[in-house]
């Protein structure tokens, strides 16, 4: 089975520029978190998905996030425009369904590590 | 507002020796507790979990971690490091009995471990 996938790896752009992320999590789980881990900091959480609805956005910083889920499937995170605090990398994480959501494994992808100069 | 503290910032162990990492966690309700670990160059992985139950939980790869509710700890521990324990590591709680899920983390632990 396929783990949690994000593209690209490695992303360098100038403030100003726009950038998306994309992750791919495990196939069938509703699931679907965004992190943020800036340096020497701690992983923050961004926002949930469930399917194709977002649960809880309470943790994206400001309004030039913008993410979504099309078809509850993948989901992409576009920062529009770049500043020089975004950077860090950024980690999505799926787990299945359940009613007591809490108990859930989560599922890490590798994470995109996001340099703006 | 909910945190999680992790004490070490960067622990340095030679093989054989034992390892306590520790996590104090702050949250007005009942959690559920977490350790992750991050391998270098790998994904985040869980090590192991608390919900309800024995305290004393068991992991993968020997880790295990206790749940003292009174001191609002959950303390991961080994008993004989290796050197591929070499990682980070991540004490992390969510809301139990919620619908959310979202992990609350601390700022990690990196473990070093001299051959």
């Known amino acids: 089975e396929a783990g949690v996938t994000q593209f690209p790896s490695h992303s360098v752009i100038e403030k100003g520029q726009t950038v998306t992320l994309r992750c791919d999590p495990i196939?069938?789980?509703?699931?679907l978190y965004w992190y943020r881990r800036v340096m020497g900091k701690e992983i923050k959480f961004l926002l949930h998905?469930?399917?194709?609805?977002?649960?809880?956005e309470s943790g994206m910083p400001n309004n030039r996030f913008l993410a979504e889920r099309t078809g509850g499937t993948y989901s992409t995170l576009k920062v529009q425009p770049a500043e020089l605090e975004d950077s860090g990398v950024y980690f999505c994480?799926?787990?299945?369904?359940?009613?007591?959501?809490?108990?859930?494994?989560?599922?890490f992808g590798p994470g995109t590590r996001l340099t703006v100069l | 507002a909910q945190s999680v503290s992790q004490h070490n910032h960067h622990v340095i162990l030679s093989e054989a020796a034992s390892l306590e990492l520790g996590c104090n966690y702050s949250?007005?309700?009942?959690?559920?507790l977490f350790w992750y670990v991050q391998y270098p160059g790998q994904h985040l992985q869980l090590l192991l979990k608390?919900?309800?139950?024995?305290?004393l939980v068991k992991g993968i790869k020997g880790f295990e971690a206790e749940f003292i509710k009174s001191k609002f700890s959950f303390n991961l521990r080994k008993p004989s490091v290796q050197w591929s324990d070499t990682a980070e590591y991540f004490c992390?709680?969510?809301?139990?009995?919620?619908?959310?899920?979202?992990?609350?983390f601390g700022k990690g632990t990196k473990l070093s471990v001299k051959p």
């Open positions: 196939s069938g789980h509703d699931n």
């Open positions: 949250y007005g309700g009942t959690v559920n």
């Open positions: 994480a799926s787990s299945p369904f359940r009613l007591a959501g809490s108990t859930d494994t989560q599922y």
């Open positions: 992390a709680v969510n809301a139990a009995n919620s619908g959310q899920g979202n992990l609350i």
């Open positions: 998905f469930v399917k194709e609805s977002k649960q809880d």
């Open positions: 608390y919900f309800s139950g024995d305290p």
